[in-house]
C-alpha cells in the first residue's frame, strides 16, 4: 500500500509539473548578410551568428527558457541561401 501512495504521489508530481510549463518547438528560418553572405539567425530582435556549431540557453524577458541549435549550414543551404535551425521554449504559466 505504502509503494501505491508514493507512485500516485510521484504521479501527481510530475502531472503538476507537466501543466506548470507550456513548451514550444519551433524552426528559425538561416538568413544571410546583404554585404557579407554570413549566415545568421535572428529571434527575439536579436542576430546569431552561425560561424560554428552551439547549443545556446538563455532566459527571455518573459522568464521562458529559450534553446537555440546554432550550427554552420550545410552545403546545399549555403549554396540555395534556405535552410533553419531547431529552437525550444519552456515557459512558466501563470495562473492568476
Same mark, same amino acid.
Given at each position: 500500500?505504502?509503494?501505491?501512495?508514493?507512485?500516485?504521489?510521484?504521479?501527481?508530481?510530475?502531472?503538476?509539473?507537466?501543466?506548470?510549463?507550456?513548451? *514550444? !518547438?519551433?524552426?528559425?528560418?538561416?538568413? *544571410?548578410? #546583404?554585404?557579407?553572405?554570413?549566415? *545568421?539567425?535572428?529571434? #527575439?530582435?536579436?542576430? *546569431?551568428s552561425?560561424e560554428?556549431?552551439n547549443?545556446?540557453?538563455?532566459?527571455? #524577458?518573459?522568464?521562458?527558457?529559450? !534553446?537555440?541549435?546554432?550550427?554552420?549550414?550545410?552545403?546545399?543551404?549555403?549554396?540555395?541561401?534556405?535552410?533553419?535551425?531547431?529552437?525550444?521554449?519552456?515557459?512558466?504559466?501563470?495562473?492568476?
Open positions: 500500500m505504502k509503494q501505491f501512495a508514493v507512485a500516485v504521489a510521484l504521479v501527481l508530481t510530475i502531472l503538476i509539473f507537466a501543466c506548470s510549463v507550456e513548451a *514550444y !518547438t519551433m524552426f528559425i528560418p538561416i538568413e *544571410y548578410d #546583404d554585404y557579407t553572405g554570413e549566415p *545568421y539567425v535572428q529571434f #527575439d530582435g536579436e542576430r *546569431y552561425l560554428e556549431e547549443f545556446l540557453e538563455f532566459e527571455d #524577458d518573459d522568464q521562458c527558457h529559450v !534553446t537555440l541549435e546554432l550550427r554552420v549550414p550545410e552545403e546545399d543551404e549555403l549554396i540555395n541561401e534556405k535552410g533553419y535551425i531547431a529552437a525550444s521554449r519552456l515557459c512558466p504559466q501563470n495562473f492568476v
